[in-house]
């Protein structure tokens, strides 16, 4: 580490301090409050958010497949995401902090802090990607494939074989019926993508390892081939239609690569951001070392050591203060020119007697 580096002038310490804390409270306060506001908001739709309803030809065999049960229901894929997500998260820390090679090491306690972060910024793309998956089922409003089955319509049949936009769903399950309008775009494909790009992205910039070139690859992998498991189960289960599937896998990687693009990053290059961490930690352990010898100086008036000269300037008392040594040779000065004096009258009035005593 170079000593210029050292030049973090005394003014960071408290008052500085003090007031970047006030503004990052500030700031995180502002953030969470945003951020339930869009939650708020992504809930609302979810739940009670009113498709369009759109209508349908007779002969449609799009819409016309069986209703079957599904594979993986809303909650189990929620509940399995964040859970990969947190297990990702973590395994890659722990990756990182065992590899010795991987320098500089961090405390556990940056760690915790690094994978909340990461977390955090994780859940910010899954509001806006949910955001996005409700806004535009409820907008569209289009049929899934067994909303025959589901809605089983009743309309004017002497209208057939043209379009039918005037009709009454006689099924039983409401919230089915609703559903059945929701097709596109595949929240499951979307939601499942997005987890597997961002963590794709996340393992590729964040995790440090040697002992392995292939560690790396078969995690990305295993994301995506899940993703694609889980959206080409609902075409399975007659849940989407494949386009839905599809819009939703570019939906999900969209998100999770904007997010990492414009959030995420502040964060990837952890090994320059340890590095500065340690460089201000030194150069503010080396201020307030410095500050304490001056300070033991000031009440002891011995002889001052050598400082840092680039983390602070001398007091300007310390330059004003006369030297000890000097008024020593100061105050021994007078006192010679004193001697001297004395010696020169005492020969004077000498020359005098004898002058008046030879006259």
């Not at 065999?61 to 069986?66: A, D, G, L, V």
């Not at 000097?326 to 020119?337: H, P, S």
Request: proline fraction near 3%; charged fraction near 20%.
């Amino acid at each position: 580490m170079k000593v210029e580096y050292c030049k973090c002038s005394m003014a960071v310490s408290t008052q500085g301090m003090s007031s970047s804390k006030r503004k990052n409270i500030i700031r995180t306060i502002v953030d969470v409050l945003i951020w339930l506001a869009a939650s708020f908001v992504a809930f609302y739709l979810f739940t009670f958010g009113k498709p369009y309803k759109n209508g349908f030809f007779c002969d449609d065999k799009s819409i016309s497949y069986p209703s079957l049960q599904e594979s993986i229901s809303t909650p189990v894929l929620v509940a399995i995401g964040f859970t990969v997500s947190i297990l990702v998260v973590v395994f890659v820390e722990i990756l990182n902090r065992l590899e010795k090679t991987s320098k500089p090491q961090c405390q556990l306690r940056q760690v915790f802090e690094r994978c909340v972060k990461n977390y955090l910024v994780f859940l910010i793309g899954f509001l806006i990607q949910e955001l996005f998956v409700d806004g535009i089922k409820n907008k569209m409003g289009i049929l899934r494939p067994n909303f025959f089955d589901v809605c089983k319509p009743q309309y004017n049949t002497s209208l057939c074989p043209g379009y039918i936009s005037e009709y009454r769903c006689t099924g039983n399950d409401e919230k089915q019926i609703r559903s059945s309008r929701q097709s596109f775009p595949s929240g499951h494909s979307s939601f499942s993508m997005y987890i597997a790009v961002y963590f794709c992205i996340y393992i590729e910039k964040r995790l440090q390892i040697r002992f392995s070139k292939l560690l790396k690859l078969f995690l990305q992998t295993g994301l995506i081939f899940a993703a694609i498991l889980c959206g080409l189960g609902r075409i399975i289960d007659n849940k989407h239609h494949p386009s839905d599937v599809l819009a939703g896998f570019i939906l999900g990687s969209i998100v999770a690569i904007v997010v990492v693009s414009n959030v995420l990053n502040l964060s990837f290059n952890s090994k320059a951001l340890d590095q500065h961490y340690i460089l201000w930690s030194n150069c503010v352990q080396t201020a307030e070392k410095t500050a304490n010898e001056k300070r033991d100086y000031l009440q002891s008036e011995s002889e001052t050591s050598d400082y840092c000269v680039s983390c602070e300037r001398p007091l300007d008392n310390d330059l004003e203060k006369p030297s000890p040594i000097l008024e020593t040779d100061f105050y021994q000065g007078r006192d010679i020119e004193r001697n001297v004096s004395s010696k020169q009258l005492i020969e004077i009035q000498n020359n005098n007697h004898q002058t008046v005593s030879l006259s």
